[in-house]
């Protein structure tokens, strides 16, 4: 009997409809991560924020077997292929930073920036992962790194009023917590030189250092300061006798 296909356009008969399976998968992957995340916009809308959490995280997983789908249609050229992952990789980025939304409203911060760094590992240029992630670093005590992202998404975002005004509130915040922070490491070298001084009989208080007008630089005085002798044995001239 004569074969009706041969073994080689069989096995690539097979593969095509593999490759059409999968290309079928990565579409349904896309629709229901819409779904989803349409779900998670809903339940955020009303206040469940546990829930929206949950969908998102459902049109997440879906999303990135979206991506997983794109990588295996080799039937598809070059550019399909480039404009589906980049669908894929875009809506993994919005499901992290609607995510993050849900974590912030539901006081876990640490997850918040976790998800905000991911969305933004995706997209550099993601406004909104950035001025997420500023909400959770500040409440997570970072406010240099809160002002780093308003900065950041005033640049993405310049009509953006509240990372405008985010920005001017953080700023002398900031500028605050550095003088602070500067004094602390003044006081903490100032007892190390003491101690260290103290063992010749000396302290920093014996030391002055008087800035040059001109040039702006310093110079550092050796003092020698003796207690003035208050014996009494001495007259002020208007003192009457």
């Known amino acids: 009997m004569v074969a009706l296909v041969d073994a080689d356009d069989a096995r690539g008969a097979t593969d095509a409809r593999d490759d059409d399976g999968d290309a079928r998968d990565a579409r349904g992957d896309a629709r229901d991560a819409a779904a989803r995340r349409r779900d998670g916009n809903a339940a955020f809308a009303r206040g469940a924020y546990a829930e929206a959490s949950r969908a998102y995280t459902d049109a997440l997983t879906r999303a990135r077997g979206e991506r997983r789908g794109d990588a295996r249609e080799d039937a598809l050229d070059a550019g399909e292929d480039a404009a589906g992952a980049a669908r894929g990789d875009g809506d993994a980025a919005t499901c992290l930073a609607n995510r993050a939304a849900c974590w912030l409203k539901l006081e876990r911060y640490e997850d918040a920036a976790r998800d905000c760094d991911e969305a933004i590992a995706i997209d ?68 190390l030189g003491n101690s260290l001084l103290g063992n010749f009989g000396l302290s920093l208080d014996n030391f002055k250092a008087e800035k040059d007008a001109t040039t702006g630089s310093y110079s550092i005085q050796f003092v020698n300061e003796k207690k003035r002798s208050t014996t009494g044995d001495e007259n002020d001239e208007d003192d009457e006798n």
């Not at 780093?148 to 310049?158: K, N, Q, S, V, Y």
């Not at 953006?160 to 509130?169: G, L, V």
């Open 124 to 191: 550099g240029t993601y406004a909104k992962a950035y001025a997420r992630r500023a909400r959770a670093r500040e409440a997570l005590g970072d406010e240099e790194g809160a002002l780093e992202d308003w900065e950041r998404t005033r640049a993405l975002a310049p009509r953006d009023a509240t990372a405008r005004d985010e920005t001017r509130r953080l700023k002398p915040v900031v500028e605050r917590k550095r003088e602070e922070m500067k004094r602390e490491m003044l006081d903490k070298m100032k007892d």
